[in-house]
């Protein structure tokens, strides 16, 4: 097990100058794209365990490298650093400091485990057959911090990426993941609808979108339970709907949003038609003129079959409980890097505690250590194996 008594004094060390690291940041959480104290901290932190930054333009987040042979192969490990507009109610010695933000999503967590895998990588630097990228992504919760990433050019020569999160749904010292999809496509729609209005009493006179709008969400509904296989997970969800504003008069506009999840391309391509379809029917059917919008977010992550076998190999031989995990239908933006480059994505047991997003959300410090030990191995092992192929 993962949580014997720690004697070595260098571990203990690491131990507490990580916790320390994640109090500060939990204390100090920063929204999407305004990670400036963050990213400065990290650039501190970095800088004085002698590591390198790289030179790239990103106004938050950064990318630092440890290498021991600039000739050789490069792997990416990365860690988002974003937290959300949640009031924390954790009543926790170091809760936020910060009025109506919180990190509440555990990326400070994930912050911390990276930094001390690059602290464990730099030790061994001289040794490594390649080059580890450090990647601290800004802006995960936007869903759109990685293709921020991508599109500054630090990651063009990585041959394969590693990413993580935190689970309450697994204990301390298990750690998941499966091949394939683990987190969905996470796609929007806004669908408009603009009728006739009309006195209440005289319906005849108008066209009625509120009606209109109560059909669409219904026949919606039989995109997932009548046109795509019960095997292939999916869901359709009408998630606001707001017309009208008094008893006695028929509104002009309806206007619907919601999501859309999946966890297969192929399906990911179908809905959006189907929707669009069934949208245009109801709007010839009922003389109501319709917009359809689809609002792509990222695509389901895709972990590639011989990164994942290492993941699973190099969590046992760090001493963590591996299990396979199902997939969900939440999303993580890390699949935008799985577009370019193939890589992995687990999830690491923090102990239990109230979900994600929530303001009593927290994880157990003590996971903290075993996972950065784990993302440095794993980088290492990934540069060993991308060189025994050279
Ligand atoms: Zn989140
Ligand atoms: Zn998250």
């Known amino acids: 097990m993962l949580n014997k008594p720690v004697t070595n004094h260098n571990v203990d060390h690491l131990e507490n100058e990580l916790i320390s690291v ?44 440890v290498s021991g042979n600039p000739d050789g192969p490069i792997v990416a490990i990365r860690a988002d650093i ?11 010695s170091y809760q936020s400091k910060v009025p109506g933000k919180m990190h509440a999503c555990g990326h400070d967590f994930h912050t911390a485990v990276i930094l001390g895998a690059a602290y464990l990588l730099k030790k061994e630097e001289q040794q490594l057959p390649g080059t580890v990228r450090i990647l601290f992504q800004p802006a995960e919760e936007s869903s759109h911090g990685a293709e921020t990433v991508l599109a500054s050019g630090g990651l063009d020569d990585v041959q394969a990426i590693f990413g993580e999160h935190n689970t309450p749904q697994l204990e301390v010292g298990e750690l998941g993941t499966r091949v394939g999809a683990l987190t969905a496509a996470v796609d929007r729609f806004e669908i408009e609808l603009e009728g006739k209005g009309t006195h209440a009493a005289a319906p005849e006179n108008g066209r009625d979108p509120i009606v209109a709008a109560s059909h669409l969400i219904n026949l919606l ?31 002009t506009k309806a206007y619907l949003q919601g999501t859309v999840r999946t966890l297969s391309d192929e399906t990911r391509a179908f809905i959006p038609e189907r929707m669009k379809r069934i949208t245009e029917s109801v709007g010839e059917g009922l003389g109501i003129q319709v917009t359809f919008k689809w609002l792509p977010g990222p695509p389901a992550t ?10 699973e190999r190099v969590a046992k031989e760090t001493g963590y409980r591996f299990i396979e995990i199902p997939p969900t239908l939440g999303g993580e933006d890390f699949a935008y890097y799985q577009t370019k480059i193939p890589g992995a994505f687990v999830n690491i047991g923090t102990g239990s505690s109230y979900n994600h997003h929530h303001p009593k959300f927290t994880i157990d410090e003590k996971a903290i250590v075993p996972a950065s030990r784990y993302f440095s191995k794993l980088a290492v092992r990934a540069l060993e194996h991308l060189s025994s192929n050279q």
């Open 22 to 65: 994640r109090r500060h940041l939990h204390q100090h959480p920063e929204l999407a794209y305004e990670e400036v104290q963050t990213t400065a901290f990290l650039k501190e932190k970095l800088l004085a365990a002698g590591i390198r930054i790289l030179d790239v333009p990103l106004k938050t987040g950064l990318i630092a490298e």
């Open 302 to 311: 895709k972990n590639d079959p011989q990164w994942t076998a290492l993941a």
């Open 221 to 251: 509904q039989t995109i997932v339970s009548r046109n795509t296989s019960p095997l292939d997970a999916a869901l359709v969800s009408v998630t606001q709907l707001t017309s009208g504003n008094t008893w006695n008069v028929i509104p």
């Open 82 to 92: 974003d937290a959300l507009p949640v009031q924390e109610e954790t009543g926790l």
